[in-house]
């Protein structure tokens, strides 16, 4: 793992200075501080991601150590679920203690995003605001400004660009009349202008390595996309378009049913993990006159899964709980949890 480094000079100094990569923190916090490290690590990631090194004195920039406990306390899970509920899309960080000179540091570690702007998705405290787009400048972490935004759009965009060229070029390769595509969503495989429908339960065990190498002769290959498995389905020469319907069949009340859950508990456990908005679990469809939430088969045995813990559910509740109290919201009627 890529964790700070501490090159020190003869007086004791780091050597290296805060920039839009680093920051020094003396000692780790809780409340309002804790959002403004979220700030911070969203800040680099919209950047080319960076390090939050605690245990540093400020001014000069002396490794003294962190003086209490409570980065080694902080539940990484928590942190997460602060970040989750406060921006999106998601971005990828890591969390860890390190010794040096008999020193304890805490290391808050975050790539750059691949998808980039992430979002402040609500105001919190006067230090998060809604809408806002934080991006990581020399020693300092604010609003991105035009110049900056302008380009990250534009790379983004180039991105895109450069991605439909490559797909192209191998269309164009391969031949037209040679390509297939593979819907991994709805279990589709087009073959020429037939549809070959692939078992769902075959699709969760299809898995792909985007790097490897087909070798004819050794030292020789090129990157490959590797489909691993047996692959046999059903030929069906005049297949309708598949209907929404027939993919998310469950209703909330159809999930709250089959889980033994409350309405309140429910909907706990779709805010708490984000399950609106994920197009493998949940679609909203317009009827012309109300939007109806239904969810895949697939979401429900994750639930399952996921509900043995119990932990799950009192985390998800307590996630919920803290989304309804700040943003004021009251639900219509809230229930014990189940013990």
Same mark, same amino acid.
């Given at each position: 793992?890529?964790?700070?480094?501490?090159?020190?000079?003869?007086?004791?100094?780091?050597?290296?200075?805060?920039?839009?990569?680093?920051?020094?923190?003396?000692?780790?916090?809780?409340?309002?501080?804790?959002?403004?490290?979220?700030?911070?690590?969203?800040?680099?990631?919209?950047?080319?991601?960076?390090?939050?090194?605690?245990?540093?004195?400020?001014?000069?920039?002396?490794?003294?150590?962190?003086?209490?406990?409570?980065?080694?306390? +902080?539940?990484?899970?928590?942190?997460?679920?602060?970040?989750?509920?406060?921006?999106?899309?998601?971005?990828?960080?890591? +969390?860890?203690?390190?010794?040096?000179?008999?020193?304890?540091?805490?290391?808050?570690?975050?790539?750059?995003?691949?998808?980039?702007?992430?979002?402040?998705?609500?105001?919190?405290?006067?230090?998060?605001?809604?809408?806002?787009?934080?991006?990581?400048?020399?020693?300092?972490?604010?609003? *991105?400004?035009?110049?900056?935004?302008?380009?990250?759009?534009?790379?983004?965009?180039?991105?895109?660009?450069?991605?439909?060229?490559?797909?192209?070029?191998?269309?164009?390769?391969?031949?037209?009349?040679?390509?297939? +595509?593979?819907?991994?969503?709805?279990?589709?495989?087009?073959?020429?202008?037939?549809?070959?429908?692939?078992?769902?339960?075959?699709?969760?065990?299809?898995?792909? *390595?985007?790097?490897?190498?087909?070798?004819?002769?050794?030292?020789?290959?090129?990157?490959?996309?590797?489909?691993?498995?047996?692959?046999?389905?059903?030929?069906?020469?005049?297949?309708?378009?598949?209907?929404?319907?027939?993919?998310?069949?469950?209703?909330?009340?159809?999930?709250?049913?089959?889980?033994?859950?409350?309405?309140?508990?429910?909907?706990?456990?779709?805010?708490?993990?984000?399950?609106?908005?994920?197009?493998?679990?949940? +679609?909203?469809?317009?009827?012309?006159?109300?939007?109806?939430?239904?969810?895949?088969?697939?979401?429900?045995?994750?639930?399952?899964?996921?509900?043995?813990?119990?932990?799950?559910?009192?985390?998800?509740?307590?996630?919920?709980?803290?989304?309804?109290?700040?943003?004021?919201?009251?639900?219509?009627?809230?229930?014990?949890?189940?013990?």
């Amino acid at each position: 793992m890529d964790l700070f480094q501490f090159d020190i000079d003869e007086r004791g100094y780091l050597k290296k200075r805060e920039s839009s990569d680093l920051e020094y923190k003396e000692n780790f916090h809780r409340g309002d501080e804790t959002l403004k490290y979220i700030k911070t690590l969203v800040g680099m990631a919209n950047n080319k991601g960076g390090k939050i090194v605690f245990g540093v004195q400020d001014s000069p920039h002396i490794p003294i150590g962190m003086n209490n406990t409570k980065f080694s306390d +902080m539940d990484p899970r928590e942190l997460d679920n602060q970040i989750r509920q406060n921006f999106a899309p998601s971005i990828e960080w890591s +969390m860890d203690s390190v010794v040096f000179d008999g020193k304890t540091f805490g290391v808050l570690t975050v790539k750059e995003a691949e998808n980039k702007p992430v979002v402040c998705c609500r105001g919190k405290n006067q230090i998060l605001r809604e809408g806002a787009i934080y991006y990581r400048y020399r020693g300092e972490t604010k609003e *991105i400004g035009y110049p900056e935004l302008r380009k990250l759009l534009d790379t983004e965009r180039e991105k895109e660009r450069i991605l439909w060229i490559s797909h192209i070029q191998k269309i164009a390769t391969i031949g037209p009349a040679n390509v297939e +595509m593979l819907d991994v969503l709805k279990g589709e495989l087009t073959v020429n202008e037939r549809r070959v429908i692939i078992d769902k339960d075959l699709i969760s065990k299809i898995k792909f *390595i985007r790097e490897g190498h087909f070798v004819e002769k050794y030292g020789e290959g090129s990157p490959a996309l590797k489909l691993v498995g047996d692959v046999e389905g059903v030929d069906l020469k005049a297949v309708p378009a598949l209907n929404p319907n027939d993919i998310y069949v469950l209703l909330t009340s159809d999930l709250q049913k089959e889980l033994c859950l409350n309405r309140y508990e429910i909907a706990a456990i779709i805010h708490a993990n984000q399950i609106k908005g994920k197009a493998k679990w949940h +679609m909203a469809i317009n009827n012309g006159k109300v939007t109806v939430h239904k969810y895949t088969e697939d979401l429900l045995d994750v639930l399952k899964r996921k509900l043995k813990k119990p932990e799950f559910l009192a985390n998800c509740v307590e996630i919920y709980g803290n989304y309804m109290k700040e943003t004021k919201k009251t639900p219509s009627r809230r229930r014990k949890t189940k013990k």
